[in-house]
């Protein structure tokens, strides 16, 4: 026989299952029923002066644990404030995930309560912004909100959640368990693995480059493993001042010298002045592997091309720039 509760403590069973054991948040009215929830659940709620700093909170707390940072914020007026903070996430490939309070579904387009058209403006911030249609829903939109944050490149998510949804009825054993919250994961195929660092092992003076996702904890252990094996240097780039961030010393001087550059999740941006002369010399090969092929670029207004780039997807393969 089926459990019914409300939507609000299907939601807090499922941050249950997926480890949560605290939610930055600013309380409102869309969003009573989980703090109800949440509170009879044993989860810890930290309450914020605003609703931009509860992401900043989940934002940092997702950097240092690499756990989903929650933040938890009403609709309206509140998601709008917590939107902003939403871009440093995305900078910093934070496995973030903003749950917002929403008007009722059922009176969408009548002048609802605060109605807004939440996750459109938390779209272009975010890798999904979604909003919750039944009950139901709900514990299965947290599994695809979560593992989305923690999949491939990292980073923010939005999930809206309708006050009708919240207090409506839901199965509490259809919950989904800790799996459904794990990471999806890609392997960079053997062949081109070897052939990589092949490349790497005959360059003369080669670097590897990693992005802020590896400045976790883990992710520093990983890239010191890393460093170990290859005899390779490899550098961590987390800040947005790029070569300016004064705690990488003379790394732009040693950049310049490289003739082999692997970029391992790190982007040919900015902070690398897109790959462009001075900065690196003209010979200098680059090799990159990213969860999203879409960042494997060629350096724009370079002489000459990046002569091998390689992106781990769903099919992994080994492409020439």
Partial sequence: MASRHRGADALVRALTNAGVRRVFTLSGNHI??????ALDAGISLVHTRHEAAAVFMADAWGRLTGEPGIALVTGGPGHANAVGALYTAAMAESPLVLLSGHAPNGQLGTGAFQEMRQAEIAAPLTRLAFTSASADDIARDLGRAIRTARSGRSGPVHLSLPTDCLDGEADINSVPGAEAFRAETAALDAGAADAMLERLRAARRPLILVGPAMMTRK???????????????????????GLADSSLGGFATMLAQADAVLLLGKRLDYTLKFGRMPTFAGACEFLQVDADERRVVTAAGREGEIRVSAAIEKRPRCRKC
């Fill in 32 to 37: 009573m029923s989980v703090f109800d929830a």
């Fill in 219 to 241: 992710g520093r252990d990983v890239t010191a493993r890393l460093e170990s094996i290859t005899q390779i240097p490899v550098v961590g780039m987390e800040s947005p001042r």
